[in-house]
């Protein structure tokens, strides 16, 4: 199974969907989107398999949304887009590709339902967190 997980290594919560990753028995490409960018098509790529809107997608902490004025309703996708391409850490993180989907993995225990086995029960997040795992049977 191929995995692709768009990464920020300087984020927890993508680092911890990595680890999950990993821990799973598998070896993504990872792909830094702070150092590569992002392409238009990329994007609404991503989004439209993800079901996501730019607005949905929008980093608003710890990333420079507030002072472009972005999170204003009145700013369109098309303006979301524009300011996403320009300052990549717009795009919130991670989102993970496989083939059972694509999903932004916030929280990372999301991208349990985009792989085929799961980590050890014993995976602890990078915090000293647990991971929660999902009900045997569950979805």
Same mark, same amino acid.
């Given at each position: *199974?191929?995995?692709? #997980?768009?990464? +920020?290594?300087?984020?927890?919560?993508?680092? +911890?969907?990595?680890?999950?990753?990993? =821990?799973?028995?598998? @070896?993504? #490409?990872?792909?830094?989107?702070?150092?590569?960018?992002?392409?238009?098509?990329? %994007?609404?790529?991503?989004? $439209?398999? $993800? +079901?996501?809107?730019?607005? *949905?997608?929008?980093?608003?902490? @710890?990333?420079? =949304?507030?002072? %472009?004025?972005?999170?204003?309703?009145?700013?369109?996708?098309?303006?979301?887009?524009?300011?996403?391409?320009?300052?990549?850490?717009?795009? +919130?993180?991670? #989102?993970?590709?496989?083939? @059972?989907?694509?999903?932004?993995?916030?929280?990372?225990?999301?991208?349990?339902? %985009?792989?085929?086995?799961?980590?050890?029960?014993?995976?602890? @997040?990078?915090?000293?967190?647990?991971? #929660?795992?999902? $009900?045997?049977? =569950?979805?």
């Amino acid at each position: *199974m191929s995995i692709v #997980i768009h990464h +920020n290594p300087a984020c927890g919560t993508s680092r +911890n969907v990595l680890a999950i990753i990993e =821990a799973s028995g598998e @070896k993504p #490409i990872v792909i830094d989107y702070l150092t590569t960018g992002w392409t238009r098509p990329q %994007l609404l790529a991503l989004f $439209a398999a $993800a +079901n996501l809107t730019p607005r *949905m997608a929008l980093r608003e902490t @710890k990333s420079p =949304a507030q002072e %472009l004025g972005l999170l204003d309703p009145s700013v369109d996708d098309e303006a979301l887009l524009d300011a996403m391409l320009e300052h990549p850490v717009l795009v +919130n993180r991670p #989102i993970v590709c496989t083939p @059972k989907g694509v999903r932004l993995c916030r929280p990372s225990e999301a991208v349990l339902e %985009l792989l085929d086995q799961h980590p050890p029960a014993t995976f602890t @997040k990078e915090d000293g967190t647990p991971l #929660i795992m999902p $009900a045997e049977g =569950a979805p």
